[in-house]
């Protein structure tokens, strides 16, 4: 399994957990190998890749640091040359990942995070540009005509869903534990509220109503560990709820033989004032994702979703987010 990852994404002197766990997971993954897993360095984004999602006064801004208000919209604690590299390498994970996992029909995945809060013109929650979108918009380009991006950060993907609103090829399913960047669920994109009592319910439930699975071309799966209530989320989800949850989401994937493409997403240390985990119990967190991935990976896909239908809730509520 490809996992693309360059030491880019990290090279920057603002220090958050944004922006500097991906150098820690890779750290990890060759100090204690994740069978199967290959790091790969991606190609950085460029200007162009990122003025397909955003205006051309953000990106300027992003890349240059002016005006420093705008370029700091993301509410991460500065500017410097660093990140805008670091943007752009971590951007082009996500393309790059997704491109793999459309002309393999494969899972692939990329250690970039900071991505679902950002909207057309600004940044937010710690998200700078969003590269699902862009991932989305160069799978569209390669020939997809289905991409789910399916987002369980803890947090809304509301900058997700005000950029994918005209893009007809593309649709979210969304389920959060946090009202942050919340939105008005339409007929591409719906948002389910979930607790630590049915968070696995819900997530399974959402999975199940999504109709002809099969027609989708690409999954990007944005694997927030910040449910975590350590990580900072809600008490009563922990690391065993989060690795089930991680099976169900590829159990799901491959029983539809759906490629995907996986970004980390949110998860916090003891430095934000909602967490109190250390960076090496955030690793094992986010490893958990690369360990379902990697399982996934190696096995045959099945020839049913009868995998997926074991591990999720059914329902008779089958609506597709779709514009007709």
């Known amino acids: 399994m490809n996992v693309f990852f360059s030491a880019e994404y990290v090279d920057t002197e603002i220090g958050f957990d944004t922006t500097r766990k991906a150098a820690a997971i890779a750290a990890s993954l060759h100090e204690r190998p994740i069978p199967g897993v290959v790091l790969i360095e991606p190609r950085p984004a460029d200007r162009g890749d990122l003025l397909t999602v955003h205006e051309a006064a953000y990106v300027d801004a992003v890349l240059t640091g002016k005006p420093l208000e705008r370029a700091t919209s993301n509410q991460l604690p500065g500017w410097d040359d660093g990140l805008a590299k670091a943007v752009l390498a971590s951007t082009g994970g996500v393309r790059d990942a997704a491109l793999h996992a459309l002309s393999t029909g494969a899972i692939a995945g990329s250690l970039s995070s900071g991505l679902h809060h950002a909207h057309v013109d600004h940044g937010s929650g710690y998200c700078t540009c969003n590269g699902l979108v862009v991932a989305a918009r160069a799978a569209i380009s390669a020939g997809a005509q289905r991409v789910l ?54 997530i399974g439930r959402e999975l199940e109503r999504i109709v ?10 944005n694997a927030g560990m910040d449910p975590h209530e350590g990580a900072g989320g809600v008490t009563g989800i922990d690391a065993r709820m989060l690795a089930r949850r991680e099976l169900m989401v590829f159990d799901w994937a491959t029983g539809w033989s759906l490629p995907v493409a996986w970004v980390l997403a949110g998860g916090y240390t003891d430095g934000n004032e ?3 985990i250390s960076m090496s119990e955030l690793v094992d967190l986010h490893r958990l994702t690369i360990a379902a991935a990697a399982k996934a990976s190696a096995e045959p896909a099945a020839t049913s979703a009868s995998t997926s239908a074991s591990t999720s809730a059914s329902t008779n509520d089958e609506v597709r987010p779709d514009r007709s």
Do not use: K, N, W
């Not at 002809?212 to 799966?221: F, G, R």
């Open 149 to 202: 991006i399916l987002d369980l950060d803890a947090h809304c993907g509301g900058g997700t869903a005000s950029l994918i609103e005209s893009i007809e090829q593309v649709e979210q399913i969304d389920v959060s534990v946090d009202p942050f960047d919340t939105y008005e669920s339409r007929s591409d994109v719906r948002l389910s509220m979930a607790t630590a009592s049915d968070y696995l319910e819900v």
């Open 212 to 221: 002809e699975p099969m027609a989708i071309d690409l999954v990007l799966y």
């Open 274 to 276: 909602r967490a109190s």
